[in-house]
């Protein structure tokens, strides 16, 4: 499949750029609140948003016409044309400078920072970096790179050999259920069929159920930190997928008080983590 890949070519998109505008709702924040487990209320105008409001902001629409079969956009435009099946987040790293706030006109500022092709046990894998600046009418609210990786449809990471759950000095527990995912898809208009539609996931891919996002995993990794420390948010986070978190089953919530911050992690019902996230003050 290496071969088939004209880096050269999908190098080209590096230094492109967008920006998109959006404004935050006070429905949006109720949407968001209530799939991140968080008391709804009634939030007003200058009321903070949840952390990673932005990632609900501003989504791209496409008509119908122009999504592939697994949901996503055709390749091209912005992001380049990798032509492999499988895309998926696999982690980055956020910059919190300020909270982001109802009523808030926000704008996001996105460059194609770098493209790397790399082999893994499940063949080829193509990472896309991507730089965004998120501001709002007080200046620049969060700083963000996305890690996008790319791969083929064939191939299912081995299994490797379970090691004992971490412990963990902080954890909460919940169900990741259909809903839930649906709730947050709807949030982020993001039709990637793997989040929705079982046959699709299961007879397509290959997986075994509906796959948890991993940006709300993210989500709920960031405003576990935050209340860790009396609502605030990590000067920086930095994140990294681990394995897919299915949907029919519980999952943890956990963190680590460290020297410099805390570990904090995602986890599926036998307690084997899915996503690391390392925040800072």
Known sequence: MTGKLDIDHLRQWIGRSEEATDIVTAQLVRGLRATLFQEIGEPKAGDAAPFTVHWCLAQPVFPMSMLGPDGHPTRGGFLPPVPLPRRMWAGGEIEFLQPLRVGDESTRTSRIADLQVKS?????????AVEHSISSPRGVAIRERQDIVYREMTGIAPATAKTPPPKAQHREIHVSDAVLLFRYSALTFNGHRIHYDRDYVTR???????????????????????????????KTFTYRGLQPLFEGSEFSINANETADGMELWTANAEGQPTMKGTAVW
Do not use: D, N, W
């Open 120 to 128: 893994g046990s499940t063949g080829t894998l193509c990472f896309v």
């Open 204 to 234: 397509v891919e290959g997986y075994p159920g509906l796959i948890f996002h991993g940006p709300l995993q993210a989500a709920l990794i960031i405003e576990m930190a935050a209340k860790l420390r009396s609502g605030k948010p990590p």
